[in-house]
């Protein structure tokens, strides 16, 4: 490679003049300095001028050392070395070259200068590029090119030795075998129980998918069969529960282009065939990297299609009725350069994504944004340490938030040779919204039998859903919660009574401790065959909040009472009994009324919603249907309940 070509590929452009300058800069510069050469020295110099135009560096670094032995430090033929050197790949040896010019007071020459800033920029000699660059700029037009990229590499200069300079505490640790191996893995994904990891390994220059299992504390992990093939499989995403993956598949004779998102579904046999995700996502461009929010219902993804508006792109989907809609640019984030590796956080809200165009420290650099009402944030950089000057990948972050979890070669400024998967502390300023989950089972009250019931998490300040999930063919559902210290449960399936309750946190139960609940439904009652009057078991509404001692509905509880008038008028044909129980506490008779006002507070609110008055009945039991010990302050708070039956 000539040095002419070395520089187009290794330096901006202007550093060109660099070999202009020594070929025509002659015997100026020695007669300057009061250094001719002989007249056979002339010759021998013309020669080695040559000899670098020709690309024969080594032969022309042979005639100057015979030259340097009798001019020693001459100016000349110091750069002329140093430009061999440079043609030849050899920066280390270029690099003293060039500082002993500046040494000997030749410095007035702005491309020394702009060639050795962007050698110590290339070795993260910071400060020394910092320098050198900034002297540049007083030698410079300030109305050239050159002038105008040094400003930009000083910003980014800049940047960098202020994040070096106040550095996270950070520190990575290494996932144990048998995940990470002398093989390259990278790209974790997690369930949000944390039972199953899904991650990308690279055996013989080849990508698969591999699975770790937690068996009775046993680490196992497999390569995932049905999934793998000759060709590449990775950058990929899970479900919060597991039961679905999105991968990318890089095969141009069967997909939609060089490389397509397709999807796998986990059963009771284990994984589905894979199945390209279709037209709408996949184009004949490329695909890859998704990332699927914790409800299900929104895939994030990197492509460079048609639209877009840089290299690589971040793109959404969101699922209506079982479809996914076209793509939409995430233009608010998106730059002229190369933006990708996205992952949504499971607070719905959080984005981590890397781009090598944002100002930062390396080719690529990790950053965040957050979703707000008026759309997303500006992207803050991740700082340093999980930022480097080199090419920093995708991060992925635990559901609590507190872990972050990246792919690397270096481990304790030792080279692994290979990359492994790290986990880390992520720093309190970048962490995402706290989540935990609920896990359970839904069955039929009578049966037995597994439902596969919706379950909603709604947010009782607000009535907003927060999380939903749809039980699997086995009753069994996870899904993301986020920490809230008032969070109503609901399950529903259509013959059945729904179930209600609320995320109750105490000082035995921390806030990101999961919330872990079987439940069950009871079916209502069927039609009478005798003409008898047929009802359901008593429902507590666990979620229907009064005033201390008073029958005044609070505001939390309008969401359970718009859940209890649905069900009056997806089911016409029903009545309802609302009855109002009490603890032992004060006179009985005052029991009595209090419990008969709170149920009829309860159903004047149904009536106001629209409910027809004729189907709706409120009885008081007050203190005469206990259903706990009254001598503890737990039985009393289960005794202060209000309950509901279905009549047909």
């Given amino acids: 490679m000539t040095f002419v070509r070395f520089l187009a590929a290794q330096f901006p452009s202007y550093l060109l003049y660099l070999f202009v300058f020594l070929l025509t800069a002659g015997s100026c510069a020695s007669q300057q300095r ?21 690309g024969e560096s080594g032969l022309a670094i042979a005639e100057l050392e015979k030259l340097l032995s009798k001019y020693p430090d001459h100016p000349e033929l110091l750069l002329m070395k140093a430009t061999a050197f440079l043609d030849m790949g050899s920066e280390d040896l270029a690099l003293p070259l060039l500082e002993r010019l500046l040494k000997r007071g030749y410095d007035k020459e702005p491309l020394i200068y702009s060639t050795l800033g962007d050698l110590y920029k290339k070795r993260q000699r910071h400060q020394e590029a910092f320098n050198v660059f900034s002297h540049f700029l007083t030698l410079t037009d300030k109305q050239s090119r050159a002038y105008a990229r040094t400003l930009i590499i000083l910003d980014e200069l800049q940047f960098i030795l202020k994040a070096l300079a106040n550095p996270d505490p950070v520190r990575l640790t290494p996932l144990p075998f048998p995940i990470n191996t002398g093989d390259s893995e990278y790209l974790p994904q997690f369930t949000i129980d944390g039972s199953s990891i899904v991650f990308t390994r690279r055996l013989n220059n080849q990508e698969d998918l591999f699975e770790v299992l937690f068996n009775d504390g046993e680490v196992q992990v497999r390569a995932i ?46 994984w589905s065939a894979p199945k390209n995700m279709g037209g709408r996502i996949n184009t004949r461009s490329w695909e890859s990297q998704p990332s699927l929010s914790a409800d299900g219902q929104t895939l994030y993804f990197a492509s460079n299609r048609k639209g877009g508006i840089g290299g690589r792109d971040l793109w959404l989907s969101r699922k209506t009725d079982g479809r996914w809609s076209a793509p939409e640019n995430l233009s608010v984030l998106n730059t002229r350069g190369n933006d990708e590796s996205p992952f949504i956080h499971a607070d719905n809200t959080t984005l981590f994504f890397r781009s ?79 989540m935990t989950f609920m896990k359970g089972r ?77 439940i069950v439904l009871n079916p209502l009652p069927p039609e009478p065959s005798t003409g008898d009057t047929l009802s359901s078991k008593p429902v507590v509404l666990n979620n229907i909040f009064f005033e201390s001692g008073e029958a005044i509905l609070l505001p939390e509880s309008e969401v359970e009472l718009l859940f209890l008038y649905e069900l009056m008028v997806e089911n016409p044909t029903y009545s309802m009994v609302v009855s109002g129980h009490t603890d032992n506490v004060g006179s009985e008779s005052d029991n009595l009324v209090l419990s008969f006002a709170r149920a009829e507070a309860v159903r004047n609110a149904l009536i106001r919603l629209g409910a027809e008055p004729h189907r709706i009945r409120a009885i008081g039991y007050g203190e005469s249907k206990p259903v706990e010990d009254n001598s503890t302050p737990e039985g009393r708070a289960k005794n202060r309940r209000t309950t509901f039956e279905i009549i047909r």
């Fill in 356 to 434: 090598d165009q944002l100002p930062g420290m390396g080719s690529f650099d990790i950053y965040r944004s957050i979703k707000k009402e008026d759309g997303w944030g500006l992207p803050q950089h991740l700082g340093s340490p999980i930022n480097t000057t080199g090419n920093d990948g995708a991060l992925v972050v635990s559901l609590d938030g507190s872990k972050g979890y990246l792919a690397t070669d270096m481990y304790e400024d030792k080279n692994l040779g290979s990359l492994d998967i790290m986990e880390f502390e992520l720093p309190l300023k970048y962490r995402p919204r706290p």
């Fill in 225 to 270: 069969e049905i999934i793998n093939t000759p060709f590449n499989e990775g950058a990929h995403t899970l479900s919060a529960d597991g039961s679905l993956i999105i991968f990318t598949h890089c095969n141009e004779k069967i997909g939609y282009g060089g490389c397509d998102l397709y999807m796998c579904e986990k059963g009771p046999s284990g």
């Fill in 442 to 518: 839904v069955t039929d009250g009578i049966s037995g039998f597994p439902l596969q019931a919706s379950i909603k998490a709604v947010d009782l300040t607000t009535g907003a859903v927060v999380a939903s999930a749809l039980a699997n063919f086995n009753g069994g559902f996870l899904m993301a919660i986020p920490v809230k210290e008032k969070l109503l449960i609901n399950v529903k399936m259509n013959g059945y009574i729904f179930y209600s309750d609320h995320v109750k946190y105490d000082s035995v139960r921390h806030q990101v401790a999961p919330f872990i609940k079987d």
């Fill in 34 to 54: 009061d250094q001719s050469f002989k007249r056979s020295d002339h010759k021998r110099l013309e020669r080695t001028i040559q000899m670098i135009k020709n």
